[in-house]
């Protein structure tokens, strides 16, 4: 091995990916509290058992089972890779008891054995992965039948027109850069593709750490299909705006109608 590509092994055996990922893309304290407080206000009680579909490294489980001794979590993925890591990281710092209400398994999100629940999330954008309506319908007639009465399925989803064109984006955290970079977009299938990216300070940029395939759903598109599959109604929470920055400010508020922009997050929640 040359010295280089032994510096660029070594670099990437150094350094943390999941733990760049979570500071960069994931705030699982805040949105657990985000959607319990969505399960009340749609179905007028508190939701206990949470099902984190595609769950990685399953932060949001450990987050929801510190909400409360009644919090019970499933998460559910087919790496055993983030799973391990979660295992080490997150659910070790939980306590004892907290630790026996989440619950992993390492199984397909359509797997007939997911266990039922009363709130079913699937995040940053894991479901795009499905690109077939065919496949949509399956997942989300999965997730209808694993729900508890007035269960809730709730799923972020992104667009705009910036995400309809190759670009990268970087994003300064403490101590790195994170770089989401569309590779492209095709207009006849919505097909796109996506790399994560990151620079720690003062070293090289370590490229595609993460990359993904996915079809661009749009939200009429997924609530079209719930109500196909039996969801009894869909809502529409969108992101408002950092007037300083004008950015995203993470706090999602229910619509009727959204606001033209060059990129927007919304969840997309679909009730039993
Ligand atoms: C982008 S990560 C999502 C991590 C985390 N949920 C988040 O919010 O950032 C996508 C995960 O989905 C898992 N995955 C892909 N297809 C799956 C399937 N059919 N069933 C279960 N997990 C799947 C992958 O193993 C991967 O860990």
Request: proline share 3%; hydrophobic share 35%.
């Amino acid at each position: 091995m040359s010295s280089k590509s032994l510096e660029e092994a070594l670099s990437h055996r150094m350094f943390d990916k999941y733990d760049y990922y979570i500071r960069a893309v994931q705030q699982p304290d805040e949105d657990v509290k985000f959607f319990r407080d969505t399960y009340r206000e749609l179905a007028g009680r508190t939701p206990h058992t949470l099902r984190e579909d595609f769950c990685g490294t399953f932060a949001l489980c450990c987050a929801w089972a510190k909400l409360g001794e009644k919090y019970v979590a499933h998460g559910l993925d087919l790496d055993e890779e983030p799973i391990e890591y979660g295992r080490e990281k997150y659910l070790a710092k939980l306590t004892r008891e907290q630790q026996k209400r989440v619950n992993i398994h390492n199984l397909n999100v359509m797997d007939p054995r997911a266990p039922k629940a009363d709130l079913i999330n699937a995040l940053n954008f894991s479901y795009f992965i499905f690109k077939k309506r065919l496949e949509m319908k399956r997942y989300l007639t999965c997730c209808l039948d694993s729900l508890n009465p007035d269960g809730l399925l709730i799923l972020d989803c992104f667009g705009g027109s910036e995400c309809q064109s190759a670009i990268e984006d970087a994003t300064k955290h403490s101590g790195f850069t994170y770089y989401w970079d569309q590779v492209d977009f095709d207009p006849v299938t919505h097909h796109a593709r996506f790399h994560i990216h990151f620079k720690p300070e003062g070293r090289k940029k370590i490229k595609r750490v993460f990359t993904y395939d996915w079809r661009m759903w749009t939200i009429p598109e997924l609530r079209d299909l719930m109500e196909e599959v039996g969801f009894s109604e869909s809502f529409v929470y969108w992101e408002g705006t950092d007037e300083a920055t004008g950015q995203g400010n993470s706090e999602f508020t229910r619509v009727e109608t959204g606001e033209e922009c060059e990129s927007w997050i919304a969840y997309v929640v679909g009730k039993k």
